[in-house]
């Protein structure tokens, strides 16, 4: 008789091998809807709107957030990203503007308690976040304890109003490619609105190879957010092309410019 580690991996393992024989249909939809584009399609002004303006170091100033925000209505990018305690700040600076304002919950390791996030989460929206970019328990994932996972990121969908976009952050870099596929579906069944490749903190970067493998997965009616270590125009149109239609950006300016900017968000 199996026991129950035998049978979760069993499983599990037939759950991959039929993701994977259905992961080209899922993305039918957004092939047609989103058709390569040659790089020179991609002006500044089309790919900062792609952008999330993203400050996150933990000693970041108000001057640089003053940048930020300075930034973000020059170029017109798509929101700003920051951690919780600065949304009140940052909103109050683009009021009116139009520019989204994004904020990380339970970042960079996703360990807080699940009322803990949801308190966060509800937290930052009543200071002004339209959107929420959440760390899943990446420990739990690990472990195989998906209910924990689901659940998770369930609370924070709660959280949120009915008009806030929610982010669910898998951290790329510490992920098999079988667990990338099942934090995917988790999101996935949970409702969230995106899932976001990394934080850009724990050493993982985004690939043009993770977001087409995320984009399968999800299919097109989820949002993908290509995060990390994002430098160039180039690299950033690639992520575009290969199924990303939201980026993570901490030398935004440098990307959308051509200029080089090795700075860390």
């Not at 499983?11 to 992961?23: F, G, M, P």
């Not at 420990?139 to 998906?146: E, F, H, P, T, W």
């Not at 009915?162 to 510490?174: A, H």
């Not at 997965?217 to 949002?223: E, K, Q, T």
């Amino acid at each position: 008789m199996e026991n129950n580690k035998d049978l979760i991996n069993k499983i599990t393992n037939e759950v991959i091998l039929r993701l994977k024989a259905e992961i080209g249909k899922e993305n039918t939809d957004f092939a047609k809807a989103h058709k390569t584009k040659d790089t020179e399609e991609f002006t500044p002004e089309i790919l900062a709107s792609y952008i999330d303006h993203t400050l996150l170091k933990p000693e970041a100033t108000s001057s640089q957030f003053d940048q930020l925000c300075k930034e973000a209505l020059i170029y017109k990018f798509k929101s700003v990203c920051v951690n919780s305690s600065w949304v009140s700040y940052v909103a109050k600076k683009l009021r009116g503007s139009g520019i989204k304002i994004c904020a990380v919950v339970g970042f960079p390791l996703g360990e807080m308690d699940s009322r803990s996030k949801a308190f966060e989460t509800r937290s930052a929206i009543s200071n002004g976040a339209n959107e929420i970019d959440m760390v899943i328990n990446i420990g739990a994932l690990k472990s195989g304890n998906y209910k924990l996972v689901e659940e998770d990121i369930r609370a924070i969908k709660r959280a949120c109003r009915s008009n806030t976009i929610l982010k669910v952050i898998i951290e790329t870099g510490l992920l098999k490619e079988e667990e990338k596929i099942i934090a995917c579906q988790l999101a996935k069944k949970a409702e969230a609105d995106f899932v976001k490749t990394c934080t850009g903190f724990l050493g993982g970067v985004a690939t043009v190879e993770d977001v087409i493998l995320m984009r399968k997965i999800v299919g097109s009616r989820m949002g993908v957010k290509a995060s990390g270590g994002i430098r160039d125009f180039n690299q950033a149109v690639a992520l575009i092309k290969a199924g990303a239609n939201r980026l993570g950006c901490g030398a935004s300016v440098a990307v959308v410019t051509g200029q080089v900017n090795k700075s860390n968000y």
